[in-house]
C-alpha cells in the first residue's frame, strides 16, 4: 500500500507514560509503530492485555499524547492537533468504546444521546431528528428508543446506540476499541454482522482493535499483530489468523475459544507440533 493510498498513516509511533513514584522513569507503551488503513478497509489490530493496542486508537484520536512519529489522517498530519482542530477533525473520526454500559450518559435520552454530535456540528435541529430516526433504522431499534434511557436496554442494544452515534455525523473512520467483548457469544455476532453491514452499506474504514484473532478474522481485511508495544506480524486477516509466521501470534490463535473441546485439542496438537517443527 502507497502512501497516497492510505486514510489513515501511523508511522513510527511512539508513547510514553509517566511511572510509577517519584522520579520513576516513563514507560515505552509504543515503540516505533506503523500501520495504514484505507478507505472502506478494516485493519484488525490484536494483542494481549497491556499490548499497547488500544493506546495506538486513543493516539489516533487524540486522547493520549504522542512522544514521537507521525500520525496523517487523508493526508493531514493530525498528532498534536490544536482542540479546535480535534473538534473539526471529529466529523471525519469516531470511536466505539468496549462497555456499552459506561459509554452512554446515562441520564440522557437515547434520541438526545444521537442528535448531540449533529448540533455541535451545526445541524438543525428539525433534521437532527430525521436523522436520529433513520440512525435507529440503521441499527435495527425501534423509533420510540428516542424516548427512553440506556438502563432501560440490554448491552447489545446499549453498544447499537453506540455504534450509531459514532454514524450519526458520517465518518470516514470508526476506531472500534473492543466493541464485542463486552457481550455475550450471540449478541457478538449481532454487533458484528451490523458493522460489517455498516462499512457495505457506507464505505467507512475501521481500526479493530480485540484481544481475539477468532473476531479478527470475521472483521477484518488485514491483521497486524502488536506485542510489548511493537508489531510483530502483519498481512492478509486469513493468512496472519490461519497460518501465523510469528510464535507470538499462535499462542494467541491457540487462546481463541472454540466450542468444540475436542476440536480445541486437536488445533492446540496440531500447532504445538508445526511450532515445534519448525523451530527445529
Request: overall charge positive.
Amino acid at each position: 500500500m502507497t502512501e497516497r493510498d492510505a486514510l489513515l498513516d501511523v508511522r513510527d509511533l511512539r508513547v510514553s507514560f509517566p511511572g510509577r513514584g517519584w522520579r520513576a522513569p516513563r514507560v515505552e507503551v509504543l515503540d516505533g509503530v506503523s500501520l495504514r488503513i484505507r478507505p472502506g478497509e478494516t485493519l484488525g489490530l490484536v494483542g494481549e492485555s497491556g499490548s499497547g493496542k488500544s493506546t495506538i486508537g486513543r493516539a489516533v484520536l487524540g486522547l493520549v499524547p504522542v512522544a514521537g512519529g507521525t500520525i496523517t489522517f487523508d493526508g493531514e498530519r493530525v498528532d498534536g492537533a490544536s482542540r479546535r482542530r480535534r473538534r473539526a477533525l471529529s466529523r471525519d473520526v469516531q470511536v466505539v468504546f468496549q462497555d456499552p454500559y459506561t459509554s452512554l450518559n446515562p441520564s440522557l435520552l437515547i434520541g438526545d444521546t444521537l442528535a448531540e454530535p449533529l448540533l455541535a456540528q451545526g445541524v438543525p435541529a428539525r433534521e437532527a431528528r430525521g436523522t436520529v430516526a433513520d440512525l435507529l433504522d440503521r441499527v435495527a431499534l425501534p423509533r420510540d428508543a428516542v424516548h427512553r434511557l440506556p438502563r432501560e436496554f440490554s448491552g447489545g442494544q446499549r453498544q447499537r446506540v453506540a455504534i450509531a452515534r459514532a454514524l450519526a455525523i458520517s465518518p470516514r473512520l470508526i476506531v472500534c476499541d473492543e466493541p464485542v467483548s463486552a457481550l455475550d457469544l450471540t449478541t457478538q455476532r449481532t454487533v458484528m454482522d451490523l458493522l460489517l453491514d455498516i462499512q457495505e452499506r457506507t464505505g467507512v474504514a475501521y481500526l479493530f482493535v480485540s484481544h481475539d484473532l477468532s473476531v479478527v478474522r470475521v472483521m477484518s481485511h488485514r491483521v497486524a499483530v502488536i506485542r510489548h508495544g511493537t508489531i510483530v506480524e502483519t498481512g492478509d486477516a486469513d493468512t496472519v489468523t490461519r497460518e501465523p509466521e510469528h510464535p507470538y501470534t499462535r499462542r494467541l490463535l491457540l487462546s481463541a475459544p472454540v466450542a468444540d473441546p475436542d476440536r480445541q485439542r486437536e488445533r492446540r496438537t496440531e500447532y504445538e507440533r508445526r511450532f515445534h517443527a519448525d523451530a527445529s
